[in-house]
């Protein structure tokens, strides 16, 4: 991740103001940011944005689509009332790429989709203030404290190193994609680390080589008498992390079955153990 500062010597950090109702996507996109030496203006609603235009107008809007109140797309028409030449970019799922290609008629600069890519990100902010990047080599990002033993050299691994600290606050489920023997659970112990839930333990789970029982019993628990050596309860390694984090390796060897089940756990965190219902 190269570094390049927004931010011209003697003169005020751009202000970027970033629209979503949910916090750790808003914790993520502006901590990403913010790195770069913009200021951040939270806001969780178009509503509450709407009515802090006026007195603390930022040169930026990041408005995600979907808002509970007024819409992304309704609210951009009122941005544009207020604000006529600040650069507003959409911030929308798969699923809103049609509507917010028809919101272009109310004068977005861009779009993403999400999740969104960081350096994509990064891209779009750049061209839409016309800040150039620099080409002068990358400046390094001051790194938190690292773990005791946890060592690195190459190029590469810095850049994904750097990465962390900007994620790890969030609270999000974070994907780690490297090749085998690359290091996933050293990154993941690492998140775990920078996280605000460094206090409590680290959960590992390996999905290879178990069966969709088998696995639901090991993440969600059951209850005594749910298969035949369900001989007591057991509360599965979700509730076991919990307050802490939970790596599961080689997730993408999970049986199909289970991706419904882990998605609720994820997203509307709610776990049910083996024949509790």
């Known amino acids: 991740m190269k570094k390049s500062?927004?931010?011209?010597?003697?003169s005020a950090p751009p202000a970027l103001m970033v629209v979503d109702d949910e916090p750790s996507q808003r914790k993520r996109v502006g901590g990403f940011v913010q790195c770069f030496g913009f200021t951040i203006i939270e806001s969780?609603?178009?509503e509450a944005s709407l009515e802090t235009l006026g007195q603390h107008p930022p040169d930026m809007i990041l408005l995600d689509v979907r808002l509970p109140g007024i819409s992304g797309i309704d609210a951009l028409q009122r941005i544009r009332e207020i604000l006529p030449t600040v650069p507003v970019v959409l911030i929308t799922a798969y699923a809103d790429v049609r509507q917010a290609v028809a919101a272009f008629k109310?004068?977005?600069?861009?779009?993403?989709?999400k999740p969104i890519d960081l350096e994509v990100l990064k891209v779009a902010v750049y061209d839409a203030l016309a800040i150039p990047t620099s080409n002068d080599p990358p400046s390094r990002i001051a790194l938190p404290n690292l773990p005791a033993g946890f060592i690195?050299?190459?190029r590469m691994m810095r850049q994904l190193v750097e990465t962390v600290p900007v994620v790890a606050p969030s609270g999000s489920?974070?994907?780690?994609?490297?090749?085998s023997g690359a290091g996933k659970e050293l990154i993941a112990q690492l998140v775990h680390y920078w996280s605000s839930s460094a206090s409590h333990p680290i959960v590992t789970a390996n999905c290879v080589g178990l069966s969709g029982t088998l696995i639901e019993s090991e993440l969600f628990g059951h209850v005594k008498g749910a298969f035949r050596e369900a001989s007591e309860n057991r509360k599965g390694l979700f509730r076991t992390a919990s307050g802490g984090s939970l790596f599961l390796d080689e997730i993408g060897e999970m049986p199909?079955?289970?991706q419904p089940k882990l998605l609720r756990a994820l997203d509307a965190k709610k776990i049910t153990?083996?024949?509790a219902d």
Do not use: H, N, R, W
């Not at 500062?5 to 003697?10: E, R, V, W």
């Not at 489920?173 to 090749?179: F, S, T, W």
């Open 5 to 10: 500062s927004a931010t011209k010597p003697g």
């Open 44 to 46: 969780e609603s178009a």
């Open 106 to 113: 109310s004068g977005p600069d861009d779009y993403l989709s």
């Open 152 to 154: 690195f050299q190459s």
């Open 173 to 179: 489920p974070i994907l780690i994609q490297v090749p």
């Open 256 to 258: 199909p079955e289970m």
């Open 273 to 275: 153990p083996v024949s």
